[in-house]
């Protein structure tokens, strides 16, 4: 696609539900990004792939996050057993492959809301 | 541990002004750096990269400049417009690692 796309845009849930975030990259992109923007903490990095593998999971706040890649093209995003310190956008950039020098381009972002 | 640093955290000026937002950070060994604009609601729009081995990129009215030394990055707008109202970040990708590394911001507010 022309750019980096993301589903749903907005995602109101109860505490403690599970949810998934996609992000769809720019085609021909192999490496893909997750961050989280929220209030108290700015943009904060999440996870990376590339390819299918993830290499560093450093930023994963807690086991109840997890991401995968399938097909070295889309992303899923899964929280399970929400939080309300959960509540966030995030986000999903790409780039053309890693070490590159390429710019990342990021997604509109998923607002999450945990009620 | 890389910290990254914008100031001011807000700027209002009058159209047509030049002006200058700064970024500073802790360790100067980066790979590249990367500007980015974000609108309310919207994700990042990449402005500039500037590799380490860069002193300056330009992209039309915009000017990044980087001195990896002493840690530091400046992002020059001439004539600004309204519509380069809008929150700027910039971010590093230190050596031997991928992600980003945000600045705080700086919200921009250019007054027709």
């Known amino acids: 696609g022309a750019g980096v796309s993301q589903s749903p845009s907005n995602k109101v849930t109860e505490k403690g539900k599970d949810v998934e975030l996609r992000c769809d990259p720019i085609?021909?992109?192999?490496?893909l990004y997750w961050y989280r923007q929220s209030l108290g903490q700015g943009l904060e990095f999440l996870i990376y792939f590339q390819g299918n593998s993830a290499p560093d999971k450093s930023g994963l706040p807690s086991d109840r996050f997890s991401a995968e890649r399938t097909g070295g093209s889309v992303s899923t995003l899964t929280i399970q057993r929400t939080q309300q310190e959960d509540s966030a956008v995030y986000l999903c950039?790409?780039?053309?492959?890693?070490?590159?020098?390429?710019?990342?381009?990021f997604g509109d972002g998923t607002r999450l809301s945990i009620l | 541990k890389q910290e990254v640093t914008q100031i001011p955290a807000a700027l209002s000026v009058p159209e047509g002004e030049n002006l200058v937002l700064n970024c500073s950070f802790t360790d100067s060994a980066i790979y590249n750096l990367q500007w980015f604009r974000q609108d309310p609601g919207k994700g990042l729009t990449s402005l500039l990269l500037?590799?380490?081995?860069?002193r300056e990129q330009t992209s039309g009215r915009l000017n990044a400049s980087l001195d990896k030394s002493s840690g530091r990055s400046t992002l020059y707008i001439a004539a600004s417009q309204p519509g380069d109202s809008a929150t700027y970040l910039c971010a590093v990708v230190n050596t031997g690692f991928q992600k980003l590394v945000f600045g705080t911001g700086t919200r921009l507010l250019v007054s027709p």
């Open positions: 950039a790409s780039s053309l492959e890693l070490g590159s020098n390429q710019p990342q381009h």
């Open positions: 085609s021909g992109h192999t490496a």
């Open positions: 500037i590799q380490s081995s860069q």
